[in-house]
């Protein structure tokens, strides 16, 4: 499984980005698929996921209110629209498919993407 994350780079404090992930391979079906960050000096840490089956989202306190989580369907590409973005969201993003476990737990997912990054300037 290839995850490929996209749409980072540097926005202003306040703008917003999106970024994307897909999997050529697996096309994301029967897969619930989150979205994690990692700063630098930081641990990685959940950001948001979205269920294949109802479409739930989920949502660190962080971010509810300024990022959504989307998919058109199971086999559609998971998108991270970011919104009133901060300089505290610096960091870099990545895409990752659920296996077994608490949603919000790094250990619950298995394929990874390479992580794309997110600069946000002051």
């Known amino acids: 499984v290839q995850l490929q994350a996209s749409g980072g780079g540097l926005v202003q404090a306040g703008s917003s980005a999106r970024l994307s992930c897909i999997d050529p391979?697996?096309?994301?079906?029967?897969?619930?698929v989150g979205w994690f960050r990692q700063a630098p000096g930081k641990e990685r840490e959940f950001v948001a996921c979205?269920?294949?089956?109802?479409?739930?989202?989920y949502y660190a306190d962080s971010v509810k209110g300024r990022f959504t989580i989307s998919r058109y369907n199971a086999k559609a590409p998971v998108y991270l629209q970011m919104n009133s973005l901060k300089p505290e969201d610096t960091a870099v993003y990545y895409c990752?498919?659920?296996?077994?476990?608490?949603?919000?737990?790094?250990?619950?997912?298995?394929?990874w993407g390479r992580g794309t990054q997110v600069t946000v300037s002051s």
């Open positions: 990752a498919t659920y296996s077994s476990g608490n949603y919000f737990h790094t250990n619950s997912y298995n394929y």
């Open positions: 391979e697996r096309t994301f079906s029967s897969t619930t």
């Open positions: 979205i269920t294949w089956q109802t479409s739930t989202e």
